[in-house]
């Protein structure tokens, strides 16, 4: 049995995005503590195997967007709860560092086949440019991982321990996620919309269409550079501010509500706005943000930092979306699996290493130069989809 509705399909990827999110990305953020202490291993080690796992998908993710173009999302959806589950079960069997570091490999693989792009070149197939609405309903669905990961995995680590709370995420992937995914049309059941699409005539190459991708690539990598940044040191920047660790954890659990807020704001309103305006707005936000940071005076700290969580929250939110409704608005729906995977590569890159990178750099300067920092490549981020124009009669070649 499948289902067939654009809305069903879309409340099936959204609840299996949930819960695969929650199971393997939002994972090292509760357990690697843990794994540290366990294993008495080097925190760079522990935290650098989940920085490989996203470099190997995004390294993998163009070819996972040809898979996705061949055979359609179902096949490789299905195939992503097998790889997630075999590596968490690495995780949990293997003993030592090289058991949790290999893990993550066949981890990044999974990731690679069944996380965002995935999920949206899947609608893209599905439903062509009517994709637009589903990939809303995904993204509202998703944003509750982290609400739903960081917690159960804080709950089932002290009765299980960390290895037994990654057992307990295989029988996630294997009893829910795989389950759902089997319920997925498969490609040659997408909408008369998409069909007609995939029938069109090939689209002439286009220079505009080349413009368009690298503008579009190098504002998600900019963004995902600054994303990568604050979620590992959000605390070490607020803490430079002056507020305390817990003051600065309060401010950092603004961003979930945020980011759903802005999620519910495009589903709501804008609708009936092309997705390049409602990516532009999205990205108008962080530099508010961060402008909040550097011009309110030291007695508003916290207020600065609440405002500055809120507005990048809600930034991120609209801009998840928009990761998924953008090419498919400019470029279309043919070879669209492809072009995401294409697009996935920088931004995946960029969020394994600017974490890194940034360490020292967080750790030497001063947090409200950091903050303009941030500030800096937000408006150039923004700089980008400026200078990005719709070109609905052009074709593409990238």
Same mark, same amino acid.
């Given at each position: 049995?499948?289902?067939?509705?654009?809305?069903?399909?879309?409340?099936?990827?959204?609840? $299996?995005?949930?819960?695969?999110?929650?199971?393997? =990305? =939002? *994972?090292?953020?509760?357990?690697?503590?843990?794994?540290?202490?366990?294993?008495?291993?080097?925190?760079?080690?522990? @935290?650098?195997?989940?920085?490989?796992?996203?470099?190997?998908?995004?390294?993998?993710?163009?070819?996972?967007?040809?898979?996705?173009?061949?055979?359609?999302?179902?096949?490789?959806?299905?195939?992503?709860?097998?790889?997630?589950?075999?590596?968490?079960?690495?995780?949990?069997?293997?003993?030592?560092?090289?058991?949790?570091?290999?893990?993550?490999?066949?981890?990044?693989?999974?990731?690679?086949?069944?996380? @965002?792009?995935?999920?949206?070149?899947?609608?893209?197939?599905?439903?062509?440019?009517?994709?637009?609405?589903?990939?809303?309903?995904?993204?509202?669905?998703?944003?509750?991982?982290?609400?739903?990961?960081?917690?159960?995995?804080?709950?089932?680590?002290?009765?299980?321990?960390?290895?037994?709370?990654?057992?307990?995420?295989?029988?996630?992937?294997?009893?829910?996620?795989?389950?759902?995914?089997?319920?997925?049309?498969?490609? %040659?059941?997408?909408?008369?919309?998409? %069909?007609?699409?995939?029938?069109?005539?090939?689209?002439?190459?286009?220079?505009?269409?080349?413009?368009?991708?690298?503008?579009?690539?190098?504002?998600?990598?900019?963004?995902?550079?600054?994303?990568?940044?604050?979620?590992?040191?959000?605390?070490?920047?607020?803490?430079?501010?002056?507020?305390?660790?817990?003051?600065?954890?309060?401010?950092?659990?603004?961003?979930?509500?945020? %980011?759903?807020?802005?999620?519910?704001?495009?589903?709501?309103?804008?609708?009936?706005?092309?997705?390049?305006?409602? $990516?532009?707005?999205?990205?108008?936000?962080?530099?508010?943000?961060?402008?909040?940071?550097?011009?309110?005076?030291?007695?508003?700290?916290?207020?600065?930092?609440?405002?500055?969580?809120?507005?990048?929250?809600?930034?991120?939110?609209?801009?998840?979306?928009?990761?998924?409704?953008?090419?498919?608005?400019?470029?279309?729906?043919?070879?669209?699996?492809?072009?995401?995977?294409? *697009?996935?590569?920088?931004? *995946?890159?960029?969020?394994?290493?600017?974490?890194?990178?940034?360490?020292?750099?967080?750790?030497?300067?001063?947090?409200?130069?950091?903050?303009?920092?941030?500030?800096?490549?937000?408006?150039?981020?923004?700089?980008?989809?400026?200078?990005?124009?719709?070109?609905?009669?052009?074709?593409?070649?990238?």
């Amino acid at each position: 049995m499948t289902v067939s509705s654009p809305r069903a399909v879309a409340l099936l990827l959204g609840v $299996a995005q949930t819960l695969a999110w929650g199971s393997t =990305y =939002y *994972l090292p953020a509760v357990l690697a503590p843990v794994v540290v202490r366990d294993l008495g291993a080097d925190p760079a080690l522990i @935290y650098g195997a989940f920085s490989v796992a996203l470099l190997i998908s995004g390294f993998a993710a163009p070819s996972v967007g040809r898979a996705i173009e061949r055979h359609g999302g179902r096949p490789v959806l299905l195939l992503s709860s097998l790889v997630l589950s075999a590596g968490l079960v690495l995780l949990a069997a293997l003993p030592g560092v090289w058991g949790w570091c290999l893990g993550w490999v066949v981890l990044g693989g999974g990731m690679a086949l069944g996380l @965002y792009e995935a999920a949206f070149a899947t609608l893209g197939m599905l439903y062509g440019k009517e994709a637009r609405r589903p990939i809303t309903m995904v993204t509202l669905c998703a944003g509750f991982a982290s609400t739903w990961g960081w917690p159960t995995s804080a709950a089932l680590e002290p009765l299980l321990g960390w290895r037994g709370t990654c057992l307990a995420y295989v029988a996630v992937n294997l009893l829910c996620v795989l389950p759902l995914y089997l319920l997925l049309p498969r490609a %040659q059941a997408a909408a008369p919309g998409a %069909q007609q699409a995939a029938e069109a005539p090939p689209p002439p190459p286009s220079a505009w269409a080349r413009q368009a991708f690298r503008l579009l690539a190098v504002f998600f990598t900019l963004r995902a550079l600054i994303s990568g940044v604050v979620a590992v040191h959000f605390v070490a920047l607020f803490g430079g501010l002056g507020l305390s660790v817990a003051a600065a954890v309060a401010v950092g659990a603004l961003q979930g509500p945020s %980011q759903v807020g802005g999620r519910l704001l495009e589903f709501t309103l804008g609708g009936k706005a092309h997705p390049l305006v409602v $990516a532009k707005a999205g990205a108008a936000l962080l530099p508010l943000g961060a402008g909040a940071v550097l011009l309110l005076s030291p007695g508003e700290v916290g207020l600065a930092a609440a405002a500055f969580m809120l507005l990048y929250g809600a930034s991120n939110g609209l801009l998840t979306i928009s990761r998924g409704q953008v090419p498919l608005a400019l470029f279309g729906p043919r070879g669209y699996p492809v072009l995401m995977g294409k *697009l996935a590569l920088p931004i *995946l890159v960029a969020q394994a290493l600017a974490p890194t990178l940034a360490a020292p750099v967080v750790a030497v300067l001063p947090a409200g130069v950091s903050f303009g920092m941030v500030a800096v490549l937000s408006l150039a981020a923004l700089g980008c989809l400026l200078l990005l124009r719709p070109e609905p009669t052009a074709g593409r070649s990238v």
